[in-house]
């Protein structure tokens, strides 16, 4: 069945860097459009970033363009968003999400503090 398991979240400072990884199972990353979208406390769920299937065209919310980079692997069938210049209101529960069928990961903590 279809699987998404999230990792590399964690705490980290103003200005710093994290990688977050999407780990695919039960279906062929590369043929579907996946996105990463996050919901900080109180806030509703929102997206930050998706790849297209295919030829991997990439889009991003105005709030991280320029500061995350979304991409895949398709060798080892794992998404990725790499996270840069983070700021405290990037706080938040980052879910990977495969559109069709509306299947979401559980979730990795970000949290950006000094």
């Known amino acids: 069945q279809v699987q998404l398991v999230e990792s590399g979240g964690g705490l980290v400072q103003p200005g710093g860097s994290l990688t977050l990884s999407c780990a695919a199972s039960?279906?062929?990353?590369?043929?579907?459009?996946i996105g990463w979208f996050r919901q900080a406390p109180g806030k509703d769920r929102e997206g930050v970033s998706c790849?297209?299937?295919?030829?991997?065209?990439?889009s991003y919310a105005d709030s991280v363009k320029g500061r995350f980079t979304i991409s895949r692997d398709n060798a080892k069938n794992i998404g990725y968003l790499r996270m840069e210049n983070l700021r405290p209101d990037d706080t938040a529960v980052y879910y990977c999400?495969?559109?069709?069928?509306?299947?979401w990961g559980q979730g990795t903590q970000v949290t950006v503090s000094s």
């Open positions: 999400h495969k559109y069709q069928g509306n299947f």
């Open positions: 790849i297209s299937k295919s030829n991997g065209s990439t």
């Open positions: 039960g279906f062929t990353l590369d043929y579907y459009y």
